[in-house]
């Protein structure tokens, strides 16, 4: 369907009424910060990939904190050139609270050599101050500069129910 075709909402299908369209918000940025890639291709043919992730920094409204080293990025190589990508790490916060963040979505090659990206996250929190975090949706944007192997950068938007 082309892009400028508008889509039915939910009352054409029954519905009494539509939620509308959901709003976002940006929630937090995160700079990550990356080892050496090791890429291979399997014994069936995919291409994969693992992105170690040493360390980085994530900053929210009132809050901010650092990526722990041990986290990665697993990503199987198209054959279009763009990723489909699953990151897992933990951020702590300045005040010690932990957070796993699991980041899933694809990475696409562009003209200038960069790779950009929408993904999916989930955060999982400790009960306590920042539990709210744990309870969004977050609708993630993830760009590789172009010429720099050492840094991802993501924005995760919030979708408030």
């Avoid at 992730?53 to 986290?71: F, M, Q, T, Y």
Wanted: proline share 9%; with cysteine.
């Amino acid at each position: 369907m082309p892009p400028d075709v508008p889509v039915e909402d939910i009352t054409s299908l029954g519905a009494r009424t539509s939620p509308g369209q959901p709003m976002v918000r940006r929630a937090c940025v995160i700079r990550a910060d990356l080892g050496p890639a090791l890429e291979f291709a399997t014994g069936n043919g995919k291409v994969r990939a693992m992105f170690p992730i040493e360390g980085g920094v994530a900053r929210g409204a009132g809050w901010s904190a650092r990526i722990l080293p041990g986290g990665a990025d697993f990503a199987v190589l198209l054959p279009d050139g763009a990723y489909e990508i699953e990151a897992r790490y933990c951020l702590e916060l300045d005040d010690g609270t932990p957070i796993m963040v699991t980041n899933a979505g694809r990475m696409v090659p562009q003209p200038d050599g960069s790779y950009a990206g929408r993904t999916r996250a989930v955060l999982e929190v400790a009960d306590g101050p920042h539990r709210a975090l744990g309870d969004a949706v977050y609708f993630g944007t993830a760009l590789a500069e172009a010429g720099d192997e050492a840094h991802v950068y993501i924005e995760l938007w919030e979708a408030p129910v």
